[in-house]
């Protein structure tokens, strides 16, 4: 098994991966943008033969505004709409035949690593509410809820945005309780 970064030749092989339902599934652009920008943050996991197991893309950004009060810091931050520099999980996903192995959790830890080497404040993620299984994968990780929004998903489905704080955010100021009763509109996330 190898932990290997993300190469075009991969997007050809990557149909036994995208088979749930609840997969996101891209354009080759998309998938070939992510890996010019963040080469560390999209992985795959190659089989023995060659097969890709499973794989991850991720990226790291910040808002395209500038806080109100640079540089950025979470107590005089007044804009709640204002993401700090993180880590953001765009896709993992895993082949049915190579589930429950320990791929995904492989493949997060390795994008959590490289997010704190870039010194990002948090990772997060959008799941579908009723992926009741993601949920729970994500909260075993050390992912809570920070906020739900409605009609997220081109389905009208609602999502929760997840986050699981770094090393920098050493107090946790990028987290809250009970975020799954904060409810932001989805025009107003980004």
Known sequence: MSLRAMRVQ????????????????????FYCDYMIKWPLLCRVLEGPSG????????????????????????????????LPWHAHITAVTVAPKY????????????????????????????????NKVAIEFYKKLGYSVFRRIPGYYNEK????????????DKDRKHIRENGENNIVDAEDVW
């Open 10 to 29: 991969d997007l050809w092989n990557l149909a036994p991966c995208n088979l749930d339902p609840l997969t996101e599934t891209y354009s080759y652009s």
């Open 51 to 82: 097969t890709i197991e499973a794989y991850i893309l991720g990226k790291v950004e910040d808002s395209p505004f500038p806080p109100p009060n640079p540089p950025y810091d979470p107590d005089t931050n007044t804009d709640d709409r204002y």
């Open 99 to 130: 589930r429950r192995m320990g791929h995904a959790t492989r493949l997060v830890r390795a994008l959590e690593k490289a997010a704190d080497v870039q010194n990002a404040w948090f990772v997060d993620l959008f799941v579908r509410v009723d």
């Open 157 to 168: 489905d609602d999502a929760f945005d997840m986050r699981k704080p770094l090393k920098r």
